[in-house]
């Protein structure tokens, strides 16, 4: 079975693939309100070179394919581009993730085509905070979205909540007691310092804050396989709900990395931290043949970093998170 390793003796078994760039939200940590510089249309990848490069990834090992964005359920066509991925024979685990404000027509769809998984963001659920953050008063169609990906059975579901000291961090308890009840994952997140937008953000040690929540909840530990993803995780004795706490900043994770990115134009992104790419969608126009991409990608994780350094280096990375997907 081939295999992608790195370097640093990394499997990579991971793909994120941006299928869009824009987003119908402006949270102040990730994209600036009056930004201009989205992708230009023609740049985009169809939803078929979409499937080719993923293909291609999926054999040479990639098992998991995450879509996320920009927001994905903004792209034209995103259920049928779903469906595509995963009738691929040996994708075993297709995700996306969504900020939830389109979800509410589109959950059922998703789960019909294929989608294994949902990881929603929501970091207030306060109304007045939820808008501060996210620069638009629709909670209310974030909430609804989250019913409905219920009802479609989707489960689990995770909550992706951005912890911003002074701006959000005194809701973690509301939001715990949340996920308690409906059964959810919280993961709690670390801003990171990716464009300007995230460089100005306060973040929260949640290595710390994680532990001491867990304790206040009476949350146990959860050992989770290799591969399981970067977050630390305690669930609750009984019901399925369980928290994580995602910390770039106060604990990297990366010697258990196992991703790579694809933007909307079909670079590849080698670490989200660090600046290293392939043109793996120029070289497709170029018209590349299977085996040369194939190449290409394998000389990209031949290269891939051995780490952030966001915080040795926080002004590294220039593009914001909506261009990478998250
Ligand atoms: N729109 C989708 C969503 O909301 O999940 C997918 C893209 S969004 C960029 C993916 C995740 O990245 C979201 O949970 C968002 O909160 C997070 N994010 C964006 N900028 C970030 C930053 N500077 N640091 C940490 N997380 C960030």
Redesign the pocket.
Known sequence: MPALIDPFQRRIDYLRV?VTDR?D?R?T??LPKGFKGFEEPAHWLTHDEMTRLVGLFVSLGVSKVRL?????LLRRGITTLASKLSALPRLKDLSL????TQLARHASDLRAAGVHRL???L?SLDASCFARITGRDCLGDVLDGLRAAKEAGFDPIKL?M?VQADVNVDEVERMVAFALQQGFVLRL???????D??RA?QGVNLTQLGESLAERHGLIPQVLGQGAGPARYWRAPHGSMSLGVIT?MSQHFCASCNRVRLGVDGTLYLCLGQNDRVELGRLMRAGASDADLIDAIQAGIAAKPERHEFNERPERVVR???QT??
Do not use: A, K, Q, R
């Open positions: 941006s987003c939200l949270c940590y990730c996320t964005g920009g927001e994905p993730s969504s900020n939830g990881n929603i963001s970091d992706n951005v997140i670390e801003p990171m310092p990716v464009g937008t995230g953000t770039p914001f998170m909506s997907g998250g």
